[in-house]
Nanobody, 121 residues
Framework: QVQLVESGGGLVQPGGSLRLSCAASGEIVSINFMGWYRQAPGLERELVADIVNGRTSNYGDSVKGRFTISRDSSKNTVSLQMTSLKPEDTAVYYC???????????????WGQGTQVTVSS
């Protein structure tokens, strides 16, 4: 009964900007981790950015200085502001979260369905 839903993907030109959002809903007690991963066809899924316990942010080397992750704990959402986009950023972007749920008070990892980001002229 916990779901992650991404939004904001689309087609942008190189050098452009795009903002992705992910909303978690359901029987959520707490969210200790939220992050963004991406995967292009034939490549491994890689970390883009994450936030641990709502305070510590981590970024993949390829996006440092260009992407910014932020959380709104009151809404159980995480956003990714992407700037200076490059064709190499083209991928499906997935929201990931580690959530303690109310039904059994267990901690589980969840993935969103993914949203396509295409950077092209």
């Amino acid at each position: 009964q916990v779901q992650l839903v991404e939004s904001g993907g689309g087609l942008v030109q190189p050098g452009g900007s795009l903002r992705l959002s992910c909303a978690a809903s359901g029987e959520i007690v707490s969210i200790n981790f939220m992050g963004w991963y991406r995967q292009a066809p034939g490549l491994e899924r890689e970390l883009v950015a994450d936030i641990v316990n709502g305070r510590t942010s981590n970024y993949g080397d390829s996006v440092k200085g260009r992407f910014t992750i932020s959380r709104d704990s009151s809404k159980n959402t995480v956003s990714l502001q992407m700037t200076s986009l490059k064709p190499e950023d083209t991928a499906v972007y997935y929201c990931n979260a580690v959530i303690r749920r109310a039904s059994d008070y267990g901690v589980y990892e969840y993935w969103g369905q993914g949203t396509q980001v295409t950077v092209s002229s």
